[in-house]
């Protein structure tokens, strides 16, 4: 994700959201977040960056993920895509074998594939493809559909701004505004909105759209 608008709900347009929860999401570039403060400052989610592409894995992934936990967050992994080198499966299968499994415990989010940049090389229905290839793969093995985060401008030039996973992955939306705007692919609504790339803690902010019942469904299934 892009990483380092000083976070705040006033100032993003959101004090007067109903029903949501604020959270961040971070990768190697935040290696010593103080996750008990982030709890402590009203945080109730974060998604941890844990591998790109076919061979990477972030080697603070462990160590955050086990600080968020021991604060009382509930928490997920992602991945960043590279459809340009390594199918969809294949690097489905190494987020799952390091750090972007899932279980309904309450405290886990679905995996999130993160889809942005460039299209590695790939025509739009081959890359609708590859995501297809790396969401039933990983909905394979743990009964879930990963969490998409994606940008409208990447996914209408991408995929021609599919709208084949509207109804099964829930949309992480990236857009830095004071309103999420027009959503891509025929989503009803977002789950997550980055609406901003500075949390307090280090990292983006985030949004769930819910409330905290809603949070731990997502993360039980």
Wanted: hydrophobic share 30%; glycine share 14%; with cysteine.
């Amino acid at each position: 994700m892009r990483t380092p608008i000083i976070f705040s709900l006033a100032l993003s347009g959101l004090a007067s959201a109903s029903a949501t929860i604020s959270g961040f999401d971070i990768s190697s570039y935040q290696p010593n977040v103080n996750f008990a403060k982030a709890k402590s400052s009203g945080a109730g989610f974060v998604i941890i960056k844990a591998t790109e592409g076919t061979s990477y894995k972030s080697p603070y992934f462990s160590t955050q993920y086990t600080g968020a936990t021991n604060a009382g967050l509930i928490r997920g992994g992602y991945h960043f895509a590279r459809p340009g080198s390594g199918s969809g499966a294949t690097q489905a299968k190494y987020f799952i074998a390091n750090g972007g499994g899932w279980s309904g415990d309450g405290r886990t989010l679905p995996g999130m594939l993160d889809v942005e940049g460039d299209c590695g090389g790939l025509s739009q229905s081959a890359t609708v493809s590859w995501i297809k290839d790396f969401s039933d793969t990983y909905h394979s093995s743990t009964g879930r559909y990963p969490m998409i985060y994606t940008d409208p401008s990447w996914w209408s030039t991408c995929t021609g701004n599919s709208n084949a996973f509207a109804n099964t992955n829930p949309l992480v939306l990236a857009r830095y505004a004071s309103t999420p705007g027009t959503l891509p692919g025929g989503w009803p609504q977002y789950t997550i909105w980055q609406f901003n790339d500075h949390y307090s803690e280090g990292g983006d902010s985030d949004i769930f759209n819910g409330d905290q019942a809603g949070l731990r469904k997502l993360a039980t299934g």
